[in-house]
């Protein structure tokens, strides 16, 4: 302890600047903040070492400034920068150190403008290694109060700027590796200095969560922390919910539709593809319902335009409409491949009962030339054409249609959960052996 536990504040040996005295009985080194001499709290606030002044870091969180966090009063008595080098790329952050007389001493860490708070973990926890990191196959794992926090990187910083005062004596360039592991809501860091090691626990900080610290209003974060948590709606779980019910509703009714075929407006009939056109008359008993046309050829590699013309009972051209009746296939490098198909179907809603006609004709046709890289079977012109009609069909288009749509609505939510935790992960460093 210092010798007067009762100081409030002293001149700094060193440059007799004025320093004030916020933490408790546990702090041991004071770091001047005019001239960044390390003096022993200790020992009547003797001179340590010289900490090299560099530019101080910028954060709005400033040494003397109190608030709360998640209820308990907070000061903060001292400012770290770290920074990490891998791979020519450069991390900043920079950690507050804060002291409650009833709670002790924590930290606020500041990183691309999220911040989080950090304590010693003082329960029963295994020690997180880097050997074990190194030499495990899959994703390492650790419990601790309950939770499965999975591994999420390892990093190596150091100190580059100090101020105010410490539990410990940070010297310049002292490197701290800290292994880190990540479970929904919080991180265990597994940090080794020399031969001192520690676990502290992390969570992230909520703008709403702290009080006071004179932090400016306004001002986004950069991209997302990995502790982040989504901001949900607060009907996020209803629009999920009644999205997806809906959408297992509107496809159940599709499936049902589907088995509803209808009945023959003309029997199956085949003609030869050197009789057409050809003009076959069918019989409509239900107006209004969805008729349909199904064509089906038998060419190879090969593709044909049929013209349709359908007259009502009345002989008055209802429409003139056209199907492509194509199909190829072949083997390439990869193995045997088919496209297209030779059938093909058209629908219409018959405004009257009776009897209509519908005049089918060959308009144009040809075989397909395949790429280099692609290999055809003997091609085959379409030789017959098979025809049938159904009246009173039921089509599940829009039922299908309808349920995507509600899959979207409900399905968002859970999209934005998902790319939401991508985020979170995207910077670890730990790569299955899958991803090789």
């Known amino acids: 302890m210092s010798l007067n536990p009762e100081l409030k504040s002293i001149n700094c040996t060193a440059c007799g600047a004025g320093l004030d005295i916020l933490g408790g009985g546990r702090v041991t080194t004071h770091i001047c903040s005019y001239c960044g001499t390390a003096l022993d709290a200790l020992d009547n606030y003797k001179t340590l070492a010289k900490f090299n002044i560099l530019e101080r870091p910028e954060t709005p969180i400033k040494i003397g400034a109190a608030g709360l966090i998640f209820g308990v009063n907070y000061t903060v008595i001292g400012i770290l920068e770290h920074e990490e080098v891998w791979r020519g790329r450069s991390w900043k952050w920079v950690d507050h150190q804060v002291f409650s007389p009833t709670h002790g001493y924590a930290w606020i860490t500041l990183e691309d403008g999220h911040l989080t708070f950090s304590r010693r973990y003082r329960k029963p926890v295994g020690w997180l290694s880097a050997a074990e990191v190194n030499h495990a196959d899959t994703r390492p794992r650790v419990r601790a109060g309950g939770e499965v926090f999975q591994y999420y990187d390892t990093s190596t910083s150091a100190v580059i700027y100090a101020e105010g005062e410490f539990t410990w004596a940070p010297r310049k360039g002292q490197k701290t590796t800290t292994i880190t592991a990540m479970s929904e809501n919080a991180m265990l860091g597994f940090s080794t200095t020399n031969r001192e090691r520690e676990i502290y626990h992390t969570v992230y900080l909520q703008r709403d969560e702290l009080f006071g610290f004179d932090l400016p209003s306004g001002g986004k974060p950069s991209g997302v922390h990995a502790l982040q948590t989504m901001k949900a709606g607060a009907n996020a779980g209803f629009v999920t919910k009644a999205g997806l019910g809906c959408m297992v509703l509107c496809l159940f009714l599709a499936m049902i539709m589907v088995l509803q075929n209808g009945e023959r407006a003309a029997t ?112 085959r012109q379409m030789t017959v054409v098979n025809l049938q009609i159904r009246n009173g069909v039921s089509s599940s288009f829009w039922l299908v249609l309808l349920a995507l749509g509600f899959g979207c609505i409900g399905g968002l939510p859970m999209l934005r959960r998902y790319l939401h935790n991508r985020a979170r992960w995207r910077d670890s460093d730990w790569v299955d052996e899958d991803d090789d």
């Open 268 to 379: 199956r009939q085949q003609f030869p593809v050197a009789e057409l056109p050809v003009t076959i008359p069918f019989e409509v008993t239900k107006p209004g319902r969805l008729t349909r046309i199904d064509l089906q050829g038998n060419g190879r590699n090969s593709w044909h335009f049929l013209s349709v013309e359908l007259e009502d009972p009345e002989g008055e051209v209802l429409f003139e409409s056209g199907r492509t009746v194509e199909y190829y296939n072949g083997h390439d490098n990869e193995g045997s491949w088919s496209e297209g198909s030779n059938a093909a179907s058209l629908a219409f809603f018959p405004p009257t009962a009776g009897i209509y006609s519908v005049t089918l004709n060959l308009e144009e046709s040809g075989f397909w030339a395949p790429s280099v890289n692609r290999a055809s079977s003997p091609q």
